[in-house]
């Protein structure tokens, strides 16, 4: 046995992919000392995407847009993963955590029972473009310690299909390869994958998973329905159905996003997320006195 058929990536049968639900544009807002940023994933849509709460998507050429980046602040309850395409951004937190994250590379933070962190940019110009992604944890696991790792963009793992697309994994597992990180209980799936256009890319999904493509350049196609640039497709669950197919319509970049839904009570105030309000109120004593030290 050779290592080159080892290291092949295999192509799953995907026999019933699932169709799109909804597209979606998102919200432009700005959060942080002004970011400007759009949100896609936005607290209606919370229990629909379960175990997801949140995806923001930036990119602007402009420093304004950016410079002030997002000073200190609390988490509490969940998961932040930031993965930056362009542009250079330092995190500090109150564990004691720091690094700088930048081209390509990924953030995975548990806030679990209370960080505060800053990420501020450590560029005065150029193009800074990423996303940040919230993934909730399990009430069992949201007052765990926090952590964090950062993922340069070396260590995710890639690969390319016969057809070209180029895909990097950065959480779950795609065509036999696995990503850079496993969660229990949501086992999300993270892909951002580069698809030529008039080809087309095809992964597996269990049925009981929640999933949505974020198309950020160029355009796709979806069982019969265009996602433009810059919209979201919730992808629709179905018992039979076995994965996702998309074809490009154009030269196309686009996030793959799928997770195990928890099924519990979500209650959040801003930067908490936790199951009753009795938990937020007590989120907000412990960060107002100091308790959120890491
Ligand atoms: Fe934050």
Avoid: C
Avoid at 58 to 79: A, K, L, M, S, V
Avoid at 242 to 259: N, S
């Amino acid at each position: 046995m050779n290592t080159e058929t080892l290291n092949r990536p295999l192509a799953p049968v995907v026999a019933r992919p699932r169709d799109v639900e909804q597209v979606i544009a998102g919200l432009a807002t700005s959060d942080g000392a002004g970011v400007k940023l759009t949100r896609v994933l936005t607290q209606p849509l919370q229990r629909r995407l379960d175990p997801f709460l949140m995806l923001d998507a930036f990119g602007t050429d402009n420093p304004d847009d950016y410079i002030g980046g997002f000073p200190d602040h609390p988490h509490r309850g969940f998961e932040t993963v930031t993965y930056m395409i362009d542009g250079r951004m330092r995190h500090r937190d109150s564990a004691g955590h720091e690094g700088v994250l930048q081209n390509g590379g990924v953030q995975w933070m548990t806030a679990g029972r209370g960080i505060v962190h800053s990420e501020l940019p450590e560029q005065q110009e150029g193009r800074m473009e990423g996303f940040q992604l919230w993934l909730n944890l399990p009430a069992k696991d949201k007052m765990r310690a926090p952590w964090y790792r950062d993922i340069q963009s070396a260590e995710i793992p890639e690969f390319t299909t016969d057809d070209g697309a180029k895909v990097r994994v950065i959480a779950g597992t795609s065509h036999g390869v696995a990503g850079a990180m496993t969660r229990e209980t949501t086992d999300p799936l993270y892909l951002d994958v580069a698809l030529p256009s008039g080809t087309s890319f095809a992964q597996a999904l269990p049925a009981k998973q929640n999933a949505f493509v974020y198309v950020y350049r160029g355009a796709l196609r979806i069982g019969g329905v265009n996602v433009p640039a810059q919209r979201m497709a919730i992808l629709r669950n179905e018992p039979d159905r076995d994965g996702a197919v998309v074809t490009a319509t154009a030269d196309a970049r686009f996030l793959l996003i799928a997770g195990t839904p928890l099924d519990e009570p979500i209650a959040q105030y801003g930067p908490f997320v936790m199951n009753t309000r009795d938990e937020i109120m007590q989120a907000v004593a412990d960060y107002q006195a100091g308790r959120f030290t890491g």
